[in-house]
């Protein structure tokens, strides 16, 4: 079992930065990739960025390509997303999740998630 515990929602204007951080339970944190997925409200759960185990590898949805940035540290079980210049159209929930896997790549449907996040709401004025 793995619990994931995101901080660092809010308010923020257009055009402006927030840095969500998700703390995971569990002492094998480098075992699992690990993800952003958000969900709108009236739309479905949608990947925003995942990485690697080692950190080596990351992949982005192509609507946050070049303004977010997902890293993660291996000694503080953490993961954290850097979102910048952002949009009225990034308000959503935004989870964390966990996905346990031996195989290279970064997984990026909800059914290949094992653990979620219980979210935190970010919220973009105009």
């Known amino acids: 079992q793995v619990q994931l515990v995101e901080s660092g929602g809010g308010l923020v204007q257009a055009g402006g930065s927030l840095r969500l951080s998700c703390a995971a339970s569990r002492r094998t944190f480098s075992s699992y990739n690990m993800g952003w997925f958000r969900q709108a409200p009236g739309k479905e759960r949608e990947f925003v960025a995942g990485?690697?185990?080692?950190?080596?590898?990351?992949r982005y949805a192509d609507s946050v390509k070049g303004r977010f940035t997902i890293s993660r540290d291996n000694v503080k079980n953490t993961v954290y997303l850097q979102m910048s210049t952002l949009e009225p159209e990034d308000t959503a929930v935004y989870y964390c999740?966990?996905?346990?896997?031996?195989?290279?790549?970064?997984?990026?449907?909800?059914?290949?998630?094992?653990?979620w996040g219980q979210g935190t709401q970010v919220t973009v004025s105009s």
């Open positions: 990485i690697s185990r080692s950190g080596g590898l990351t």
């Open positions: 999740v966990a996905d346990y896997t031996t195989l290279p790549g970064v997984h990026t449907t909800p059914d290949r998630m094992d653990y």
